[in-house]
């Protein structure tokens, strides 16, 4: 299983990650608002946006509805995307999805989705490994279920989307060295709920 290191944690990698990115040509395309360039971003990053809304909302219509807002708004605010900025044109999508999902979540609490949900088995996976990860994915979302918004949002940006301190810190619109301090404590609190998990199993 794909994994990534979480300061002494296996975090499941799961689909959704972040995907090639567009060529220049289309890019440019989609900043001048052409419909068909703008079908092929969506079909490119549709299952990255489905995957973070996923994480930090769980099951449920509203992740679909806000999927749809986060490209509604991604179409409205393409023309002022600049290519040859510092963002790069993943982020600037997560960083729309996270804005609605932290919203969303202040406005009421859903159930978190199972983060290692639609991990796919490799092959020559036996039924013991396979029930390994599914219990590791699962104490690894009621752990994660426990952290506090923002922290939750540092954590699934950097672990499952691999995003830089500085690329959460612009997700979150905060100060880089806030971000870095909400990721430290989210990997913290992650290391000792798993910890007192596999104590009590």
Not at 55 to 61: I, T
């Amino acid at each position: 299983m794909m994994a990534v290191a979480m300061s002494g944690v296996a975090f499941p990698q799961t689909q959704g990650g972040t995907p090639a990115p567009l060529d220049g040509a289309l890019v440019a395309r989609c900043r001048a608002q052409d419909p068909l360039a703008f079908r092929a971003f969506v079909v490119r990053y549709e299952r990255m946006v489905f995957a973070l809304l996923s994480r930090m909302l769980g099951h449920g219509p509203e992740v679909e509805d806000l999927a749809q807002e986060t490209f509604v708004r991604a179409y409205r605010a393409f023309p002022g995307f600049d290519p040859e900025g510092p963002a790069k044109l993943s982020t600037w999508l997560l960083t729309i999805a996270t804005r609605l999902a932290l919203d969303s979540r202040k406005r009421r609490r859903l159930d978190v989705r199972d983060i290692d949900e639609g991990v796919e088995a490799s092959t020559g996976s036996t039924p013991e490994l396979s029930l390994e990860r599914r219990e590791l994915g699962q104490a690894i979302a009621e752990a994660a279920a426990k952290l506090p918004d923002d922290q939750r949002a540092a954590l699934v940006l950097a672990e499952m989307h691999g995003l830089s301190i500085a690329e959460i810190a612009e997700a979150l619109e905060v100060p880089e060295n806030t971000a870095k301090t909400r990721l430290f404590r989210a990997r913290e609190k992650m290391r000792a709920l798993l910890a007192n998990h596999w104590r009590t199993t």
